[in-house]
């Protein structure tokens, strides 16, 4: 980074906002993925306006910039490439006004998505897209992947839940996409917004729907002696007409990993456990949470655990949620998929899931949005083994490759970044994809916001490939 | 040739064109040339939750395939139940149930069309979650044709509710309508003209009861309503906040009925045009000229979008 950008970029939202020392430009070269790259400088926007004159600094001398929030991201969106301008809005945490008779909140991307549930469950309200890293990513961030979370079966993915976003382009103007209005006119700029993975600007307010809590919430614990008949069962409960909260599973491997790290009871004998959530009104929930016994029962469920109070709904969650810390325990390293398969065919792509891990002489756990089709694969390995990044590597293609044969799509939540960015060929024609670089190019002419992710391009791949360390996966 | 490439055959690469649906929203102007999209559910995955349909099947033929496994489509149908899948889509326009059913923008999953250029274009994906690429699917939807002529959809279907039920509620000014949202767990829709409050709540019938119960304990005596107001007696629509719309009704004259909640009202007055802002515009202005250069789509549909 040259010292005249530096300079301008002080000038602008003044020192303290401006870092550029080693420990910061190495921290900022990644997210949570191991796709490293090269930020040039970091910057920490207090208001809309310190992110338009980031962004005049960047069109001035031409250098892209790559918004960042949490940098919980799992497939390299915010690992910035080449040197870029990193804009931090972790400083821009502030939530702007709740509006609880309307359900809707301003919030700025920095807020971090529990934090705003947590201010709002006063008014027995939360904020629904609920990621496996809540705690910690930001609503930012949450527009910008789209992100999902256990449940948003029932619920929905972000884009449901945000109203309207005001956004700083390329060229420096600040614009509000969609609005509190309900049909704020033209094309839908918002609904394109959401999912854009930071390659159309700057989020720097965002109006999200709030919902109102559940009256009553049921939260079981079913287990299985083989995993078909527990992927069976996911199928069984939606073609019956439920659409429960939630619709988790866990494999063996899992299952005893989590046990070992939690102690919450779980059946770490069977070959699978379903956790199935269901909320609304009383008499809704008690109909529903009977035919799910049922359904899993007829389906070979050896038992059926309810959670008795709060405690133990939270124990059978902490299960879930924190599956990831538990992994640490059987290896150091671990690489997370996601792709999203057609629930009947869940059975027949964890089969080869296996047997792809087995090839590769690689340990895999499997715990996953099962309502949704959408798998999340974790190849656990250490790194410092001679040879394994390699395996690793060609376990996730392999993994991606056969969930798109069975009629699936690349990602669920993760995104595409750069991680999945040359696999788009496998869902998309030229046509498709050059339909999505015209709308990149319709907000961002200049192509300064995030380039080099989601869309393969025959110019961009060799640059981004030679300043980027990592899996390609 | 499969019936997509056949449809992108028939919108050609030259000349202003029609995309004809039913009619029932938007009567196309005359002396254009007009093509159908193709008509037909290629296939209805119940445990899926998921339906692929040619934008020119009716309605209400896609409406009997789910009803009879017991599942619907939010596709605005309650107040425009006559069309094409192809026109409530390329519309946009959502029903007074919004407020439980969401917005018929998320009811898309898949969209193939026929960009002004005369290619083929996917967005999104078969499957009920995907973020792979950017939402091409919600980005058509309310486009009236202007992007690209939409030629087929995977479509995201839901249960229907166990029961529907429609309650009014009479003597209900501006505070006590905004109590009665305050009190009602999630319904489908509350609408009010300023003194009689309409709800529509659906799920369980014990639950419909007990909410029923409690309206009377809050203060809320309630009658059991066919099927809501009537509002084809009120054409027009306005769009506001809904923090806004209690005062928006207590200041308008005319005969109004609001969605809650939503924003919506309705209204035998025109709403006054809206400016667009110019980096709005701008964008428009890109988009339009990408996907369908020489504005040969559907040409003055959707009143303004692109100047």
């Given amino acids: 980074m040259t010292d005249a950008v530096l300079e301008a970029l002080r000038s602008a939202i003044g020192s303290d906002g401006v870092r550029h020392n080693d420990a910061e430009l190495k921290l900022f070269a990644h997210d949570a993925s191991n796709l490293v790259g090269e930020a040039g400088v970091v910057c920490y926007p207090r208001s809309d306006d310190d992110v338009c004159r980031i962004i005049d600094v960047c069109r001035q001398f031409g250098i892209p910039f790559v918004a960042r929030g949490s940098g919980t991201g799992l497939a390299g969106g915010a690992t910035p490439i080449g040197g870029a301008v990193v804009i931090c809005t972790t400083k821009m945490n502030r939530i702007l006004d709740v509006d609880v008779s309307s359900r809707l909140a301003w919030v700025e991307p920095g807020v971090l998505n529990l934090d705003l549930t947590r201010h709002v469950a006063r008014f027995g309200l939360h904020f629904a897209p609920d990621p496996s890293s809540q705690q910690s990513c930001s609503i930012g961030g949450n527009v910008a992947n789209n992100s999902g979370g256990p449940h948003c079966l029932a619920e929905g993915v972000t884009s449901a839940h945000v109203l309207a976003c005001d956004v700083v382009l390329s060229d420096g103007s600040l614009v509000r996409l969609g609005g509190e209005e309900p049909e704020s006119g033209g094309f839908d700029l918002r609904g394109a917004f959401v999912g854009s993975e930071g390659m159309f600007g700057v989020v720097t307010a965002i109006c999200v729907r709030l919902t109102p809590d559940p009256l009553d919430v049921r939260t079981m614990l079913l287990d299985f002696e083989t995993v078909r008949a527990g992927t069976d069962t996911v199928s069984a409960i939606i073609a019956a007409g439920m659409v429960p909260a939630a619709l988790e599973m866990m494999d063996r491997l899992c299952l005893q990993a989590v046990e070992a790290f939690i102690h919450a009871g779980l059946p770490t004998d069977a070959a699978a456990a379903l956790l199935v959530e269901v909320a609304g009104a009383p008499s809704a929930v008690a109909a529903d949470a009977e035919a799910i016994e049922r359904i899993g029962r007829q389906h070979g469920a050896r038992t059926v655990r309810t959670a008795r109070d709060e405690d133990e709904r939270m124990l059978l969650w902490k299960g879930r949620k924190n599956a990831f810390g538990a992994i640490a325990r059987i290896k150091p390293n671990y690489y997370l998929h996601d792709t999203v398969v057609p629930r009947r065919h869940l059975s027949d792509v964890l089969d080869h899931v296996y047997r792809i891990a087995a090839e590769e002489d690689l340990m895999v756990l499997n715990v996953f949005h099962a309502g949704d089709g959408n798998l999340h694969p974790l190849l656990v390995f250490d790194k410092r083994e001679p040879g394994v990044l390699d395996r690793v590597h060609r376990a996730g293609a392999a993994i991606v490759e056969v969930s798109v044969a069975h009629g699936g799509v690349l990602s669920g939540e993760h995104g595409i970044g750069l991680e999945k960015r040359d696999f788009m060929p496998l869902m998309f024609s030229e046509n498709d994809l050059r339909a999505q670089a015209w709308v990149r190019e319709a907000f961002d002419p200049l192509g300064l916001a995030n380039p080099f992710k989601v869309l393969p391009s025959p110019a961009g791949c060799g640059d981004a490939h030679a300043h980027v360390e990592g899996l390609w996966v | ?307």
Avoid at chain 2, 52 to 60: E, F, Q, V
Avoid at chain 2, 70 to 85: I, K
Avoid at chain 2, 99 to 104: A, D, S
Avoid at chain 2, 189 to 216: K, Q, Y
């Fill in chain 2, 1 to 307: 040739m499969n019936r997509i490439d056949e449809f992108a055959a028939r919108i050609g690469t030259t000349g202003e064109v029609w995309i004809r649906g039913a009619g029932s929203r938007v009567e196309p102007p005359g002396n254009l040339r007009t093509v159908e999209a193709p008509t037909g559910i290629s296939s209805f995955e119940p445990d899926e939750m998921t339906v692929t349909c040619g934008a020119g099947t009716r309605l209400s033929d896609l409406d009997d395939v789910l009803a009879e496994r017991g599942q619907y489509v939010n596709l605005g149908q309650l107040r425009h139940p006559h069309g094409t899948v192809g026109g409530a889509l390329a519309t946009g326009w959502n029903d007074h149930l919004r407020l439980g059913r969401g917005p018929v923008r998320d009811s898309v999953l898949e969209v193939h069309v026929v960009t002004g250029r005369g290619d083929v274009v996917k967005g999104g994906g078969p499957t009920v979650k995907n973020v792979s690429g950017f939402d091409l699917c919600r980005l058509m939807v309310g486009s009236h044709g202007r992007l690209g002529a939409i030629a087929e959809v995977t479509l995201r279907t839901r249960p229907l509710p166990r029961a529907t039920r429609w309650l009014s509620v009479d003597d209900v000014d501006g505070s006590r309508i905004t109590d009665l949202f305050a009190h009602l767990y999630r319904p489908s829709a509350v609408l009010w003209n300023g003194f009689v409050g309409w709800v529509c709540l659906e799920g369980h019938p014990s639950d419909i009861e007990a909410a029923r119960t409690e309206m009377r304990d809050h203060g809320f005596a309630n009658q059991e309503s066919m099927s809501g107001p009537d509002l084809d007696t009120l054409p027009c629509r306005w769009s506001v906040a809904p923090r806004a719309v209690v005062a928006h009704v207590e200041d308008r004259s005319g005969q109004v009925i609001a969605e809650v909640g939503v924003g919506v009202v309705h209204s035998d007055e025109v709403p006054p045009r809206r400016n667009t802002d110019a980096a709005t515009e701008a964008i428009h202005r890109r988009l339009t000229d990408s996907f369908d250069p020489e504005r040969r789509l559907n040409p003055g549909a959707g009143d303004g979008l692109i100047r």
